[in-house]
């Protein structure tokens, strides 16, 4: 299931990457690598030993001091043959990936493309932990060596980032999609400790909000997953000490159950038929032996009355989960739209453009702006499949 689920999220990530449509192409913001070179001062480093790295575009006139930070997402690892595998490729080695990344959606330095962040300085983290940079362990056994030090690149990035003017911040925002959402709720507070006192430092997770869901064969398969994870990697010791104090520690890597502990202002963006979680939690692939789904995974149109009334249960789930954050939250945003997506605030399109998804009228653009500048109350929860037609849904 893992090398499947993980070939399933790469090939997601590919069509990602290829999906948006070229009218942006013209203005393509291209942004270099930059290593991390004294990472290796604190043993901050890839799976395979490679150094962590960045990708930092700077900001300028009233955003100069202002700092957005974004986890890049990819998927996980969690046993030893899927960890070695990754160490291979550009999910776990910075050796194999692009030196050059195109920032848009929220990393856009365009003002009309991005109104509310595009002078603020932008930084990208890339992911080659394979735990939401939250893990801190090694394996070794003679002929095989894999480094599970995700808290440690995080921390590594930080210090790298404090004397280039993220420690006199005035204003941040961490941020990620994906696995990179997850990291997003796992290093939130501990973010808000670097950054000075009187700074205004919030959070925002895109597509992180994975659930520790049934899946359709009623087997908790995410939460097999995740604590095989926390165990290889060496993660508990990094999740919140509040959450881990319960009885159940390894399953604070879910987000549900670290965000009651979350002291720091976080907005919440998420699909309530969020792709992946669809495929890979709910859905996943041996939980499916004969492909009943297959179709319905295509494209929701094809999917019958069972299947839409089990996406329907997914989506009722997610939205009890929110439920204490959203009405208890005075300081937190949402935006639960009802699109087959995954990762919407990096891709142009779906982040801010004429045609982009919107819930109440509002982009999710304006809705993290409204609420990270605290100009509008911004909680938006859409109405349930099939009923928005602001969607740009990946399959179908
Ligand atoms: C910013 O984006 C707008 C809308 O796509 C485009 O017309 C304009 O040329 C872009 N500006 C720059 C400097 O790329
Ligand atoms: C490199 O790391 C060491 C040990 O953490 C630290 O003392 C030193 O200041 C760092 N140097 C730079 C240039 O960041
Ligand atoms: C080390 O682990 C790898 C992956 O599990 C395995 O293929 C290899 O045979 C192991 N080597 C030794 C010496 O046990
Ligand atoms: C933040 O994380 C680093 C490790 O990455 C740790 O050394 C530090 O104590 C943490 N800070 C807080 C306030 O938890
Ligand atoms: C925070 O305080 C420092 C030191 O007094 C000051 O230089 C900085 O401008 C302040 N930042 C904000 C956002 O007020
Ligand atoms: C439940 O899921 C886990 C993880 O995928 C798997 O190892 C286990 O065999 C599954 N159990 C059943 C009863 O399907
Ligand atoms: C745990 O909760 C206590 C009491 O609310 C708080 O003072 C402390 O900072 C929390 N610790 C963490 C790691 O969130
Ligand atoms: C909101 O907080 C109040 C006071 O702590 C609590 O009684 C109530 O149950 C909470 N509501 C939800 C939906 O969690
Ligand atoms: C929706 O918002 C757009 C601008 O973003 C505005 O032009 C339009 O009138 C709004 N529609 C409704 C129904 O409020």
């Given at each position: 299931m893992n090398a499947n689920a993980m070939g399933a999220a790469i090939s997601l990530l590919i069509l990602l990457t290829c999906a948006p449509r070229s009218i942006y192409s013209q203005e393509r913001r291209l942004v270099k690598m930059t290593l991390v070179r004294n990472a290796s001062s604190i043993g901050a480093y890839c799976l395979d030993g490679s150094l962590p790295a960045y990708h930092l575009d700077r900001g300028f006139g009233a955003g100069a001091r202002n700092w957005l930070l974004q986890f890049e997402g990819g998927g996980w690892c969690n046993d030893v043959k899927s960890c070695l595998e990754r160490a291979a490729t550009r999910r776990g080695s910075t050796r194999y990936m692009s030196k050059v990344e195109v920032f848009s959606g929220i990393l856009s330095n365009n003002a009309s493309l991005n109104p509310d962040f595009y002078n603020w300085n932008r930084v990208k983290l890339r992911y080659c932990d394979g735990a939401s940079f939250a893990g801190d362990a090694k394996f070794q056994n003679g002929t095989s060596l894999l480094y599970f030090r995700g808290q440690r690149i995080w921390q590594a990035i930080i210090l790298d980032l404090l004397p280039k003017g993220l420690g006199q911040a005035k204003k941040a925002l961490l941020s990620g999609c994906s696995a990179g959402g997850l990291a997003t709720f796992l290093h939130c507070d501990n973010f808000t400790s670097y950054l000075p006192k009187n700074a205004s430092v919030k959070c925002l997770s895109d597509a992180g909000f994975f659930l520790d869901a049934r899946d359709i064969s009623l087997n908790h398969s995410m939460r097999y997953f995740y604590n095989s994870l926390v165990t290889l990697q060496g993660a508990e010791k990094n999740l919140n000490k509040n959450c881990t104090?319960?009885?159940?520690?390894?399953?604070?890597?879910f987000p549900q159950y670290a965000l009651p502990y979350i002291k720091t202002p976080f907005f919440i963006l998420n699909s309530a038929y969020d792709v992946y979680q669809f495929h890979h939690i709910l859905v996943p692939p041996a939980a499916d032996p004969h492909g009943h789904w297959y179709h319905c995974k295509l494209n929701p149109s094809a999917c019958n009355v069972v299947q839409i009334n089990t996406l329907q249960g997914f989506r009722k789930y997610m939205l009890e989960t929110l439920r204490p954050f959203f009405v208890n939250s005075t300081r937190g945003g949402m935006f639960i739209n009802s699109c087959f997506a995954h990762c919407q605030s990096e891709l142009q399109d779906t982040w801010f453009a004429p045609d982009s998804p919107r819930v109440n009228n509002k982009t999710i653009s304006e809705a993290v702006g409204d609420w990270y500048f605290g100009r509008k109350v911004s909680k938006e929860i859409d109405c349930a499949y099939p009923c928005d037609n602001t969607c740009h849904n990946l399959i179908g």
């Open positions: 104090s319960s009885p159940f520690p390894e399953q604070c890597f």
